[in-house]
C-alpha cells in the first residue's frame, strides 16, 4: 500500500561507511572500514598500526635484548617465538640440541598449543554466545595455563626457551598436572561440541579456499583447515619419533575450523605428555655463544597461529645487525577483506575471531 | 469504560513525567569529547543518516497486510465458541487463503535474506 | 470537565502531529509525527467510546507508518534531514526549529583564538556571533556564553546570495522565480522578493534551470524538481564563473594576503585564489552548500556529496564588496539592494514547505487533516457532550464479530483476497524494486 | 473509580513495577549462571542490579554530538509510558485489576509496537552508526514478533470468548489454556523472547553492534531505557501466565502470589532457555518467525477451533 511512492526505476540506496575496531568489544587491534549495504559487507579495508611496538628495531640492541624480544613477538605464544629465535642462533653456531631438551621443547611448544588453542575456542564460543562451550574451553584454558606455568613460571616471566636448550628442566608434578588437563578435555569434549544453531553460524562463514590460502601466504589452522597437509612439525624428527601426523580439516570455514582447533587441543596434550614421558637422560642446555659467529641464519616453529620464523643476521659482534621475524598473522588479516565481503555485519566479529589473528605478532 | 480509560490516561501523563522527570534530574555531560558517538574508537567520518537499504523489504510489505488480518481475527475469535461451525469453516477459509499467500511469498523468496 | 481537556489535548497532538510531519527536515521525524497524530485520534475515538476502533487504528498506523518509515529511508535522499538543515540555518531562515531536528552540537571547540587572529575587516562585519544564539553579539571570536559553541563571523552565517556584478547588468531577476525578469530594481509580483541585478551575459534564452539537490535534473524552463519537488533554480546562480584570481589567502586564516601561491604561515594550509579585495565584487571561493569544510577556487562537484559547489564570500573580506552598497550585515533582515533582500512571509513560508519533508508527505498530511478536522468537527457537534458513559457496557469486539459473520461475511473473506491480492502485490514489486 | 483510588492504584503499580524490575534483573542473572553452570549466590544475584542502579544513577546523561536530541528524548519517555500503560490491565488477582478493558488483549498488543518505536528513536536520534544499524534491527523486531505474538495469543479469547484478560483467567477454572494449546503457549513465549529483547533475540542492542541502540545512551536514560525492557519482559511474561497458565489460578496459596509465581517461573525458563542459544542474526530471526511461527500458529488456531467445536458438540 506504501509502495506506490517508489520510483519504478532501479531503487538506489546509500552505504553506510563505519569503523570496526580498533576498540570495540569484538574485535581488537585492528580497524577494519566496513562499507554496509544494508547491513552486508560490500567492502572491508583493514587498517593497521595499532599494535605495532618496533620489536625488530629493538633486537638489535643486543642479543639478550633480542633473546627477550623473541618471546615477546606473539603475546600470546611467547615459547613458539622463542624457539624460532634459539632455533635461527643455534643455526648459526651449528650447535645441535639434547635429545632431552629436544623433548622439553616439544612439550611446552605442545602445551602452548593447547592453551592457546583454547582461548580461541573459549573467544568463539563466547562471540558465538554458547556460552557452556565458552565457560568449559575458559576452564579448561585456566587448567591448561596452570600446567604451562608449572614448566616456565607465571605469564610475562616466559623465558624458558633459550639458545642451546631449555632454561630449567620440568617438575616432576608436571606430567601429572598434563594428564589431569587430558582427562578434563576427554570429559569436555561433548561440551565442546557446537551445537546445531551455532554450528549453523559457522557453516560457510569466512571460507577460504586452499589455493588462495597458499598464495596469500597462510599458515597453521587457517590453512590446515582447508585440507593443505601443511605442518613444519612433520619435517622435524622428534615430533616424527612421537608419532606425529598433521590434523586436517575439510571445509575452509569457520566450522573447520572450530573442528580442527578441538582435535588439534587434544593431539597437542598427547604429544606433550608423550615428549615428557621416558625422557631421555642429558642436560637441558648447552652453552650457545651467539658474539663470534658471523652470517645469516633463520629459525622456524610451529605456533599455534601457524609458523613462526626468526631471522638473524650478525657480523659476530655484540649486537645482531638485523633480527627480522615473520608469522602468519598479517597475511591472514589480508585475507579479510575478500572474506568479509557478502557476510552479514553480525558475522564479522565471529569471522575475524575465526582467523585467530595476533595483531602484536603482525605488527611486531 | 471510559473510568478505565481515564485511569490508563492518567498512567499514560505519570509515565511521560516520570520519565521526563528523571531526564531533567539528570547530570549533563559537559566535556565536548564525551559527547562523540561511539564508533569503535575512531572519530566518526562518515555519513550517518543515509538512504540505508532495509534488506527485510518484502517482509515489511507482507506484515502490513497480515498486521491488518489480525484487525479480524480478534473479533472473530470472540464470537467463535458461539457462532460455532459456520466461524471455524469461515475462518478456514480465511486462514486457507492466508496460507497461499504465505506460501507464494515463501515460494517468491520474500523471507529468503537477499544476497 | 476532564474529557473537555483530553479532547483539547488530543486534538492539539492531533493538529500539531501533522504540522510537524509537513515542517519538520527529517524524514524520520515525519513519520514520528504522523504515528502521534493517528495516536491522537485513536485518543478521540476513545473518547467517543470506540475502543476497538481506537486500538485497531494505533495498531494499523504504528506498524504501518514503521513499514512506511523505512521505505522512506530507503527512498529518499537526506532521511535525517541534516543537509536540509544545515541549509536552512545557512540560509538564516528562523523559525520552526521545534519541529525540525534539534540543532546539531558542534564539535569540541579549538584552543581559545588570539586578539590577533581577529581578521582586520572593517565595518559591522567584526560582528561575532554564535550559531545557535543569534542574539549573542561580541566583537570577536570566543565562545557563546550560552551554548559555549564558537562564535562565528555573523556575515558568514548568514551569506548573501552570490552578488551580481556591478557593472554590465541590466536585467533584475527574482531569486525564487528566474522567469521574472525586469529592468529596473523592484519586486517580484509571485513572491514579493526583492529583484536582484543579473549579469547580461546571462539571457533568458540561455539559462537552464536545474534543481539546488539534484544537479543532474536539467530543464530549460522553471518548474519542480521531478526527483524532490523542489522549485528549480538558475544552474548559473549555482555555478558562477571563476574569478580571475590576484591574490592568494588561506582559507582559514583570511588576514593572511600574499600575491604568489604558496603555504600559510599559521596553519600551512595552501592559500588559495582570491581576488582583490578593491576589485569587484564577487565570488572568491567555491564551497559546497552541504559541506562548508570543502573549499576549491574553481567550481566544480563536492567531492563528498557530488552537489554543485556554490561560491563563498565568507573566506573574502567583506569589507571588499564595493558592489554593495550596503556594507553592513545584508542578508535577511536588513538586506541592502545588492544582497540577497529581505523575503516576504510568503515566501519564506513557501521556502520552508519546499525544504521540508512535506513534498513527500503531503498526500498524508493533507489526508490526516481532513479526518482530524471532520472528527473534531464531529465530536464538538455531537448531542451527548461532554461525554458521558452511555448505557450498559456494550462489548464492541463481540457485536463487531458478530456483524463480521453474519452480515458482513462477504468483507470478512473479502479481506483475506485483499490481503492474498496485497502480498502477491508486494511481492512482485519488491521483486523489481530491488532487482539492482 | 474514584481519584484517591486512581492515585493509589498509580503509586501501587509504580512499586510493584521498580520491584519488579529488580526480579527481573535477578531473574536475569539466575537464568545466566543455570545456563552457564555457574555457581553464583544468591545474595551476589540480588545485590548486582542494586549496585548497577546506584552506578546510573551517578553517571552522567551524554547526549552524542549532532544528536537528533527530539528523539533521544522520546525513547524513554515512549518506552516507560508503555509499561506503565501495560501495567494497568495486567490482572493481579480476582478484582485486582487497575483497568479491566473488554478489549485488554487487543490493548496490549497494540501497545507493544511504540515500544519497538521507542527503542528506534533511541537509535536513529543517536546519529551514530551502530545506533542506526540497531534502529534498523529494532524494526525487524517488530515485523518478527507481532503477527506470530498475536496469533498465538487468540487461542484465548477463542476459549473465554472475551478479549477480557480477567475474563481469559476465569475461563482458565477448570483447564489452563497452555494444557491444551501447547502449540500457541511455545509460539507465544518465542515472540515473547522476541518482542522483550531477550537472548537469543537481543538484537538491537548485540555486541557486533558494541551496544547498538543503546551504546550512545548513559546514566539515566540507559537506566529508563534498559529498566522499561526488563519491565516490559515481566509485563509479557505476566501476561503470558494469564493467558496461557491461568492467571492467578490456584489453590491454597492468594492469587496474586501465583501469578508471581507463575510468571517468575516463566522469565526464568526463557532466561535460562535464551542464554543457552547463541544470538540469531536479523535474517534467521525474520525467517524462524515467518517459516516456522506463523504456519505453526495457523496449525494453532486450527486444532484449537476443533477442539472447541468437538467441545461444545459433543
Not at chain 1, 17 to 40: I, K, N
Not at chain 4, 278 to 297: A, I
Request: net charge neutral; proline share 7%; charged share 15%.
Amino acid at each position: 500500500m506504501h509502495a506506490r511512492q517508489a520510483p519504478t526505476r532501479e531503487m538506489a540506496t546509500e552505504d553506510l561507511v563505519t569503523w570496526f575496531g580498533p576498540e570495540h568489544p569484538a574485535v581488537s587491534g585492528l580497524r577494519l572500514q566496513l562499507t554496509l549495504d544494508g547491513e552486508q559487507v560490500s567492502a572491508a579495508e583493514i587498517e593497521l598500526g595499532y599494535r605495532h611496538r618496533g620489536l625488530e628495531k629493538l633486537a638489535e640492541r643486543g642479543w639478550e635484548q633480542a633473546a627477550a624480544i623473541a618471546s615477546q613477538v606473539d603475546p600470546r605464544a611467547p615459547h613458539a617465538g622463542a624457539a624460532a629465535y634459539a632455533r635461527a642462533v643455534e643455526a648459526l653456531a651449528k650447535a645441535e640440541l639434547s635429545g632431552r631438551a629436544a623433548r622439553l621443547r616439544v612439550a611446552i611448544l605442545e602445551l602452548e598449543r593447547a592453551a592457546s588453542h583454547l582461548a580461541w575456542l573459549a573467544n568463539l564460543a563466547r562471540l558465538l554466545e554458547a556460552r557452556p562451550a565458552a565457560r568449559l574451553a575458559g576452564h579448561l584454558y585456566r587448567r591448561a595455563s596452570t600446567a604451562l606455568a608449572l614448566l616456565a613460571g607465571a605469564p610475562g616471566a616466559q623465558r624458558w626457551i633459550v639458545p642451546g636448550g631449555v632454561a630449567a628442566d620440568a617438575p616432576a608434578d608436571l606430567l601429572r598436572a598434563l594428564s589431569g588437563v587430558l582427562d578434563a578435555l576427554r570429559g569436555a569434549l561433548d561440551g565442546l561440541r557446537m551445537d546445531r544453531l551455532a554450528e549453523r553460524r559457522l557453516n560457510g562463514l569466512a571460507l577460504v579456499d586452499g589455493g588462495r590460502a597458499l598464495e596469500m601466504g597462510a599458515a597453521g589452522p587457517v590453512l590446515r583447515a582447508t585440507g593443505v597437509p601443511h605442518d613444519l612439525r612433520t619435517s622435524s624428527e622428534v615430533y616424527r619419533a612421537l608419532g606425529f601426523e598433521p590434523v586436517l580439516g575439510s571445509g575452509g570455514d569457520a566450522r573447520a575450523r572450530y573442528s580442527l582447533h578441538v582435535a588439534e587441543v587434544g593431539q597437542a596434550l598427547t604429544l606433550a605428555q608423550r615428549a615428557l614421558t621416558d625422557l631421555p637422560r642429558g642436560a637441558v642446555a648447552e652453552k650457545v655463544p651467539a658474539i663470534g659467529v658471523a652470517g645469516l641464519a633463520r629459525g622456524h616453529a610451529e605456533g599455534p597461529r601457524g609458523e613462526l620464523s626468526a631471522t638473524v643476521l650478525t657480523d659476530g659482534g655484540e649486537r645482531p645487525l638485523r633480527v627480522a621475524f615473520r608469522g602468519p598473522s598479517l597475511a591472514h588479516a589480508g585475507l579479510l577483506s575478500e572474506l568479509l565481503v557478502g557476510s552479514m555485519l553480525a558475522d564479522v566479529p565471529l569471522a575475524v575471531a575465526s582467523l585467530d589473528l595476533s595483531m602484536e605478532e603482525a605488527e611486531r | 469504560m471510559s473510568d478505565n480509560y481515564a485511569v490508563l490516561a492518567t498512567f499514560l501523563l505519570a509515565g511521560v513525567a516520570l520519565a521526563m522527570l528523571v531526564l531533567a534530574l539528570a547530570r549533563k555531560q559537559e566535556a565536548p569529547k564525551a559527547a562523540e558517538p561511539f564508533e569503535s574508537g575512531s572519530p566518526s567520518e562518515h555519513k550517518t543518516w543515509v538512504q540505508f537499504r532495509v534488506r527485510y523489504f518484502l517482509i515489511a510489505l507482507v506484515f502490513v497486510a497480515f498486521d491488518m488480518e489480525m484487525v479480524y481475527m480478534f473479533p472473530w475469535a470472540v464470537v467463535f465458541k458461539r457462532v460455532g461451525l459456520v466461524a471455524f469453516m469461515d475462518m478456514f477459509v480465511f486462514i486457507a487463503v492466508l496460507a497461499v499467500a504465505i506460501a507464494y511469498a515463501w515460494k517468491e523468496g520474500a523471507f529468503e535474506w537477499e544476497r | 470537565m476532564v474529557e473537555w481537556l483530553a479532547f483539547v489535548l488530543l486534538a492539539v497532538i492531533a493538529v500539531g502531529g501533522s504540522l510537524g510531519m509537513l515542517l519538520t527536515m527529517s524524514m524520520y521525524r515525519a513519520a514520528i509525527f504522523l504515528m502521534a497524530s493517528f495516536v491522537a485520534l485513536a485518543g478521540l475515538f476513545i473518547l467517543l467510546q470506540a475502543d476497538l476502533l481506537a486500538a485497531i487504528q494505533v495498531m494499523m498506523n504504528v506498524g504501518g507508518m514503521l513499514v512506511m518509515l523505512l521505505f522512506m529511508v530507503a527512498l529518499m535522499m537526506d532521511p535525517g534531514g541534516e543537509m536540509m538543515w544545515d541549509m536552512k540555518r545557512k540560509m538564516g531562515l528562523p523559525g520552526f526549529s521545534a519541529l525540525s531536528m534539534s540543532m546539531p552540537r558542534s564539535p569540541p571547540p579549538a584552543e581559545a583564538a588570539r586578539p590577533e587572529d581577529r581578521p582586520r575587516t572593517g565595518g559591522s562585519n567584526t560582528d561575532w556571533t554564535c550559531p545557535m544564539h543569534p542574539e549573542v553579539s561580541a566583537p570577536g571570536p570566543g565562545s557563546c556564553p550560552k551554548c559555549s559553541m564558537d562564535l562565528a563571523p555573523r556575515a558568514a552565517l548568514q551569506p548573501e546570495a552570490a552578488p551580481a556584478a556591478d557593472t554590465d547588468t541590466d536585467t533584475y531577476a527574482c531569486p525564487m522565480h528566474p522567469e521574472v525578469q525586469s529592468s529596473a530594481p523592484g519586486q517580484c509580483p509571485k513572491c514579493g522578493m526583492n529583484l536582484v541585478p543579473r549579469e547580461a551575459a546571462q539571457e533568458p534564452s540561455a539559462t537552464t534551470y536545474t534543481c539546488p539537490m539534484h544537479p543532474d535534473v536539467q530543464s530549460p524552463t522553471p518548474g519542480k524538481c521531478p526527483k524532490c519537488g523542489m522549485d528549480l533554480v538558475l544552474q548559473a546562480e549555482l555555478q558562477a564563473p571563476a574569478p580571475a584570481a590576484t591574490t592568494y589567502t588561506c582559507p582559514m586564516h583570511p588576514e593572511v594576503q600574499s600575491s604568489t601561491p604558496g603555504k600559510c604561515p599559521k596553519c600551512s594550509m595552501d592559500l588559495v585564489p582570491q581576488e582583490d579585495p578593491q576589485a569587484v565584487a564577487g565570488p572568491t571561493a567555491y564551497t559546497c552548500p552541504m559541506h562548508p569544510e570543502v573549499r576549491s577556487s574553481t567550481p566544480g562537484k563536492c567531492p563528498k556529496c557530488s552537489m554543485d559547489l556554490v561560491p563563498d564570500e565568507s573566506a573574502a573580506p567583506m569589507a571588499g564588496h564595493a558592489g554593495m552598497q550596503h556594507g553592513g550585515e545584508g542578508g535577511m533582515h536588513h538586506g541592502g539592494d545588492g544582497a540577497m533582500p529581505r523575503m516576504s512571509p510568503a515566501a519564506h513560508y513557501k521556502m520552508m514547505v519546499d525544504m521540508a519533508m512535506s513534498t513527500a508527505l503531503l498526500p498524508w498530511a493533507i489526508a490526516i487533516g481532513v479526518v482530524s478536522a471532520l472528527l473534531l468537527s464531529w465530536v464538538l457537534l455531537r448531542a451527548t457532550w461532554p461525554l458521558s458513559p452511555t448505557g450498559p457496557n456494550a462489548d464492541d469486539v463481540s457485536v463487531v464479530g458478530e456483524l463480521l459473520l453474519s452480515r458482513y461475511m462477504i468483507g470478512f473473506e473479502g479481506a483475506a483476497y485483499l490481503i492474498l491480492a496485497g502480498v502477491i502485490g508486494a511481492v512482485l514489486l519488491g521483486k523489481r524494486e530491488h532487482r539492482r | 473509580m474514584d481519584p484517591g483510588a486512581a492515585l493509589v492504584g498509580l503509586f501501587g503499580t509504580l512499586a510493584v513495577l521498580v520491584v519488579a524490575t529488580w526480579l527481573a534483573a535477578v531473574l536475569d542473572g539466575l537464568g545466566r549462571a543455570l545456563a552457564v553452570h555457574q555457581p553464583v549466590g544468591l545474595a551476589a544475584l540480588a545485590a548486582a542490579p542494586l549496585a548497577r542502579l546506584g552506578r546510573l544513577v551517578r553517571r552522567a546523561d551524554v547526549i552524542p554530538a549532532n544528536a537528533d536530541g527530539g528523539l533521544l528524548w522520546s525513547a524513554p519517555v515512549m518506552a516507560v509510558a508503555v509499561v506503565l500503560l501495560l501495567a494497568g490491565v495486567v490482572p493481579l488477582g480476582p478484582g485486582l485489576v487497575i483497568a479491566d478493558l473488554n478489549i485488554g488483549l487487543f490493548y496490549v498488543i497494540v501497545l507493544l509496537a511504540p515500544f519497538v518505536v521507542a527503542l528506534m528513536n533511541a537509535g536513529w536520534g543517536a546519529n551514530a552508526k551502530y545506533g542506526v544499524l540497531g534502529a534498523f534491527r529494532a524494526a525487524g523486531h517488530l515485523l518478527a514478533y507481532e503477527v506470530p505474538f498475536g496469533f498465538a495469543a487468540i487461542g484465548a479469547p477463542m476459549a473465554a470468548e472475551s478479549l477480557s484478560l480477567v475474563k481469559i483467567v476465569e475461563g482458565q477454572d477448570r483447564l489452563w489454556y497452555g494444557v491444551w494449546q501447547p502449540v500457541g503457549f511455545a509460539i507465544y513465549l518465542v515472540s515473547a523472547a522476541i518482542i522483550t529483547y531477550r537472548p537469543p533475540f537481543d538484537l538491537p542492542a548485540a555486541d557486533d553492534l558494541g551496544g547498538g541502540v543503546l551504546a550512545d545512551v548513559s546514566g539515566p536514560r540507559y537506566l529508563l531505557l534498559r529498566g522499561s525492557m526488563l519491565a516490559l519482559w515481566v509485563l509479557v511474561s505476566a501476561l503470558g501466565a494469564v493467558l496461557f497458565l491461568g492467571g492467578w489460578l490456584g489453590p491454597l496459596l492468594p492469587g496474586p502470589v501465583w501469578l508471581v509465581l507463575k510468571t517468575a517461573a516463566l522469565m526464568l525458563a526463557m532466561s535460562w532457555v535464551g542464554y543457552r542459544l547463541p544470538r540469531l542474526r536479523v535474517d534467521q530471526m525474520l525467517g524462524l518467525s515467518w517459516k516456522v511461527l506463523l504456519p505453526g500458529t495457523f496449525l494453532h488456531i486450527a486444532i484449537t477451533g476443533v477442539v472447541i467445536l468437538l467441545q461444545t458438540g459433543g
